[in-house]
């Protein structure tokens, strides 16, 4: 298997030919999928099939699936899942029926996409929103202690693994006290270190042992006031790879999110030579989808390591009456989370 350092997007439903001829010879990694991607299940077997025939691997394909805001599977095809806060209230109430809940729905949304050839969920969020913060995070974080967090992340991440789909962690090293969504401008936090190291990055720290993590588009101005996260030496380095200690692949969040300046290609190199292993690159735009390709290397040293090793943590998923698992899962967030999330 060769592979370049990128992650990619497409942009319908089916695979255009001028799409095949680029993933033939572009060769990404991975390829993330979104709504404009998604009909049926039959449709999105075929897509991610017809994906890895392209590339010709088991690559990865990612989505981000969370609950709430943002899940790219949903009704009528697909059952809704709450917001990660609803893990957080349950947790608040009974610590072990909050971090039961959190793991039966990762199972559960790793039995979903399994099921249509996705192997990889965006999850979960150790983000930990402030007030004052904008509410891009809101709802989607399990709550706003760091220990907490980290826990019910910890529990949704075994689910997703013991379904047989690998978790990303996001967004190292924090979202949650960004004042602005970074899909439309750069955030810059301008709280001082030790608070930082105390809140924000203390959430990821007991999580440095998963397989995948995603970076931020946020300026730290009390660490590199210059660069955000993405496209910091100074962040992946001394925070990142140092304070919280992540040992897993790591790539950059969406290089086309506007938080970012310069070129498509700018931004994919500035990623790579901060210490982002791979770029992420998801409007399924080919022209941009190109650029990415252009300075992405073949996947080598510790980045190709860490891939293999991300890989290699993909196993079947256990044994598991989805059915009656769904019952319970409903039962313990208080109803049918397709009710909760239409009313």
């Known amino acids: 298997m060769t592979a370049r350092a990128f992650i990619t997007g497409l942009a319908g439903l089916t695979i255009s030919a001028n799409e095949r001829a680029f993933l033939r010879e572009a060769a990404p990694w991975g390829l993330i999928v979104f709504k404009r991607n998604i009909s049926t299940p039959e449709q999105l077997i075929d897509l991610t099939s017809a994906f890895r025939d392209v590339v010709g691997w088991e690559a990865p394909v990612l989505v981000d699936q969370e609950g709430g805001r943002v899940q790219r599977l949903g009704p009528p095809h697909w059952p809704a899942y709450p917001p990660g806060a609803r893990y957080g209230e349950l947790y608040d109430r009974d610590p072990a029926s909050g971090l039961a809940a959190a793991k039966l729905a990762g199972h559960l949304i790793a039995a979903d996409l399994r099921a249509v050839g996705i192997d990889v969920d965006c999850l979960p969020i150790a983000d930990v929103p402030v007030s004052g913060g904008d509410p891009v995070i809101g709802d989607r974080a399990y709550g706003t202690e760091p220990g907490k967090v980290a826990s019910i992340a910890a529990a949704v991440a075994q689910g997703l693994m013991a379904g047989g789909v690998l978790p990303v962690l996001k967004h190292l090293p924090g979202h949650g006290r960004a004042t602005a969504d970074s899909h439309h401008k750069l955030p810059v936090v301008d709280t001082d270190r030790g608070t930082l190291e105390a809140t ?43 304070f919280i200690g992540f040992r897993g692949l790591l790539m950059s969040d969406d290089v086309s999110m506007n938080a970012l300046s310069g070129s498509i290609a700018e931004r994919s190199s500035a990623s790579l030579a901060a210490g982002c292993d791979i770029v992420l690159h998801c409007n399924g735009k080919l022209d941009e989808m190109m650029q990415v390709a252009s300075v992405a290397p073949l996947l080598s040293g510790d980045a190709a390591r860490r891939a293999d090793a991300a890989l290699m943590a993909r196993s079947a998923p256990e044994e598991f009456d989805i059915a009656a698992a769904r019952k319970i899962f409903n039962e313990m967030i208080g109803g049918n989370a397709q009710e909760r999330m239409t009313s």
């Open 200 to 242: 924000d990055f203390a959430a990821f720290r007991p999580l440095a042992g998963l397989p995948l993590g995603m970076t931020a588009h946020v300026v730290f101005s009390a660490i590199d006031p210059i660069d955000p996260a993405t496209t910091s030496v100074t962040m992946v380095q001394q925070v990142i790879r140092g």
